[in-house]
């Protein structure tokens, strides 16, 4: 494969070293320094799109991708109150786009542990329910995409919780987010349903981003004949 990376930063130099590592080239390198390379032209040269840039770039990222023709894969975080209108935008065009809130195969693996855990705990309403994420001190989203989609799982299975909020206290209808910013930590994520009796806790710790990277990679992959909107759901489960 020939990939444009839009967002040549952490993110983007591993998912380049694990491409490469995969036999794939890296036709396009943005950030910056060189946002004037980034046009439908040389989109068109590439066989996909990664797009790991900014929450301020994501939804023109995406669109110019999706007017060259080019699959996008997106892991850009804090830009999902344009998500439906990307999402129509792709499928009137004819397009082919995936976002995902973290392209981790254990963290994709981790949400289906949580929807499941929520279905079971559902009828237990004497439990609290606790959302805790932490990431390194550089991040520039709180809560993380991560967290946001742990919460919306939770709240869709639940009879009694209808939004998340952040840092705040607990109340019977709000689920709150704990989001802490602190040192070299890559991301973890604990849901805690806690009673007076006992604890269950499941829990989600990358040790590195080359995870991240090489579901992207994965997701790419999978993604190159395919037209439509997806998630990491697809490229794990469907057949």
Same mark, same amino acid.
């Given at each position: 494969?020939?990939?444009?990376?839009?967002?040549?930063g952490k993110m983007?130099?591993?998912?380049?070293?694990?491409?490469?590592?995969?036999?794939?080239?890296?036709?396009?390198?943005?950030?910056?320094?060189?946002?004037?390379?980034?046009?439908?032209?040389?989109?068109?040269?590439?066989?996909? #799109?990664?797009?790991?840039?900014?929450?301020?770039?994501?939804?023109?990222?995406?669109?110019?991708?999706?007017?060259?023709?080019?699959?996008?894969?997106?892991?850009?975080?804090?830009?999902?109150?344009?998500?439906?209108? #990307?999402?129509?935008?792709?499928?009137?065009?004819?397009?082919?786009?995936?976002?995902?809130?973290?392209?981790?195969?254990?963290?994709?693996?981790?949400?289906?542990?949580?929807?499941?855990?929520?279905?079971?705990?559902?009828?237990?309403?004497?439990?609290?329910?606790?959302?805790?994420?932490?990431?390194?001190?550089?991040?520039?989203?709180?809560?993380?995409?991560?967290?946001?989609?742990?919460?919306?799982?939770?709240?869709?299975?639940?009879?009694?919780?209808?939004?998340?909020?952040?840092?705040?206290?607990?109340?019977?209808?709000?689920?709150?987010?704990?989001?802490?910013?602190?040192?070299?930590?890559?991301?973890?994520?604990?849901?805690?349903y806690k009673s007076?009796?006992?604890?269950?806790?499941?829990?989600?710790?990358?040790?590195?981003?080359?995870?991240?990277?090489?579901?992207?990679?994965?997701?790419?992959?999978?993604?190159?004949?395919?037209?439509?909107?997806?998630?990491?759901?697809? #490229?794990?489960?469907?057949?």
């Amino acid at each position: 494969m020939k990939i444009a990376i839009l967002g040549y930063g952490k993110m983007g130099q591993i998912i380049e070293k694990i491409a490469l590592e995969r036999g794939h080239n890296i036709l396009l390198k943005i950030n910056q320094h060189n946002i004037d390379e980034l046009n439908i032209e040389n989109l068109k040269k590439a066989d996909v #799109v990664i797009d790991f840039s900014t929450p301020e770039s994501a939804k023109s990222n995406i669109i110019l991708s999706i007017d060259a023709n080019k699959p996008i894969i997106s892991g850009t975080t804090g830009w999902l109150n344009d998500y439906k209108e #990307v999402k129509d935008y792709c499928i009137k065009n004819d397009g082919t786009f995936l976002y995902a809130s973290n392209f981790s195969l254990g963290v994709n693996l981790f949400f289906e542990l949580n929807k499941n855990l929520a279905k079971l705990m559902k009828k237990h309403q004497h439990y609290q329910i606790n959302l805790t994420e932490i990431h390194h001190s550089e991040k520039l989203d709180a809560p993380s995409g991560t967290a946001i989609s742990l919460a919306e799982q939770i709240i869709s299975e639940s009879n009694i919780k209808n939004k998340w909020t952040l840092n705040s206290e607990n109340s019977d209808e709000e689920l709150k987010i704990d989001a802490q910013r602190k040192g070299n930590i890559t991301g973890t994520h604990s849901v805690n349903y806690k009673s007076e009796t006992d604890s269950i806790l499941i829990k989600h710790e990358a040790h590195s981003r080359d995870g991240f990277a090489l579901g992207a990679i994965i997701a790419a992959e999978w993604i190159m004949s395919k037209k439509g909107v997806f998630s990491m759901y697809d #490229v794990l489960f469907s057949s």
